[in-house]
């Protein structure tokens, strides 16, 4: 079982940045594909970023050259760096865990995020 924990959201201002950071328990973080996913108000839950276990990033086209995620095998976290935050960018966000090897997902409790003038 893994268990994913978020922070980092917050209100910023258009043009902003934000990092969220989240930390997972459990073991076989290593050889898992982690990443973000967001869900603004009345919209389903959409892909920001995935990475993958050998480091393959995978962005949401709105959100290329702006937003750069990472993984840090050692911490077991996944972080999600947002620069020139823009109005269509808030919402909830999720940090994601998918293990190929089972085929178990997993996701956070979510950090919301707010982009005011």
């Known amino acids: 079982q893994v268990q994913l924990v978020e922070s980092g959201g917050g209100s910023v201002q258009a043009g902003g940045s934000l990092r969220l950071s989240c930390v997972a328990s459990?073991?076989?973080?290593?050889?898992?594909?982690v990443g973000w996913y967001r869900r603004a108000r009345g919209q389903q839950r959409e892909l920001v970023a995935t990475m993958t276990a050998g480091d393959i990033r995978n962005y949401a086209t709105s959100v290329k050259g702006r937003f750069v995620i990472s993984r840090d095998n050692d911490k077991n976290t996944v972080d999600l760096q947002m620069n020139n935050l823009q109005f269509e960018d808030a919402g909830v966000y999720y940090c994601?865990?998918?293990?190929?090897?089972?085929?178990?997902?997993?996701w956070g409790q979510g950090t919301q995020v707010t982009v005011s003038s």
């Open positions: 459990g073991n076989k973080f290593d050889i898992s594909t």
């Open positions: 994601y865990l998918y293990q190929r090897f089972s085929d178990d997902t997993y």
